[in-house]
């Protein structure tokens, strides 16, 4: 294993900060200038709305699940049992429901666009684009981008309404609470701050899932071991950047909200 000194290191890191950065600023200004390719954002929204959706509703719903079954256990001690609705619409929409969303979006997209794009770089197809006259980032980085922000904010939607009828579902069926006074304090317990707190995650959690995705895509080297590489690298980036952002996304929220 070759030794890299710092100096090496620190300026290959600020080179990727930069290169991706750029990136990400052509992808998303791409969109306000032609040609737009329609057929590709429809594409990509398929696949990654449509097709993310099973995993969501069950990653939601088994998460609303549990979350009912200890909240339940917790607040048994101080005889509030009824107050498990409120935990886990507030759990759900506020925290869980946005970040397990965009980490299992992650691991089906942001590998899936880093492993598609890698295979046309190692393959030389983005480099006959860019002979035919095709502006790569164009024609395969906006679509993904703008797909993935459109339908993440949905998804986190479904995410959260299911987590709230998993919870439903074991108040009602095994602990035996009113529906009528569970869904009653889901409703109650949410303030506009906790909604739009919830579904402003998903926007950064989208952004960095397709552009994490597309520059390890892009900046793939090394044939189909540098493919699989770049798979894994773009899983594990976007999965800590995306806790990282909600930890910013939640201060500021609070900040903002002051709840």
Known sequence: ??????????????????????????????????????????????????????????????????????????????????????????????????????????????????????????????????????DPVRKLITPRLYATIFMLFFLTILANTFGIAGGALVSIGLLGLNGSSYFHNSYRALAYGDVVQGLTKPLFSAFIIATVGCYFGMTTKGGTQGVGRSTTQAVVVSSVFIIIVDLIVTRAMIGIFGK
């Not at 710092?6 to 032609?34: D, G, H, M, T």
């Not at 429809?42 to 990654?48: A, E, F, G, N």
């Not at 946005?98 to 480099?127: C, F, H, Y």
């Open 1 to 134: 294993m070759s030794f890299v000194s710092p100096e090496v290191f620190a300026k290959e890191k600020i080179a990727a900060v930069q290169e991706y950065s750029i990136l990400s600023w052509r992808a998303v200004i791409n969109i306000f200038s032609v040609p737009r390719y329609w057929a590709d954002l429809y594409t990509q929204m398929d696949s990654i709305g449509v097709g993310s959706t099973p995993i969501v509703v069950l990653t939601g719903f088994f998460t609303g699940c549990v979350l009912a079954l200890q909240s339940a256990t917790s607040l048994q001690a101080f005889g509030s049992v009824s107050l498990t609705g409120n935990l886990v619409a507030l759990s759900m929409v506020k925290e869980l429901g946005p970040v397990l969303t965009g980490l299992m979006v992650s691991g089906r997209n942001a590998s899936g666009m880093a492993s598609e794009i890698g295979s046309m770089k190692v393959t030389e197809q983005i480099d006959a684009m860019r002979a035919l006259g095709t």
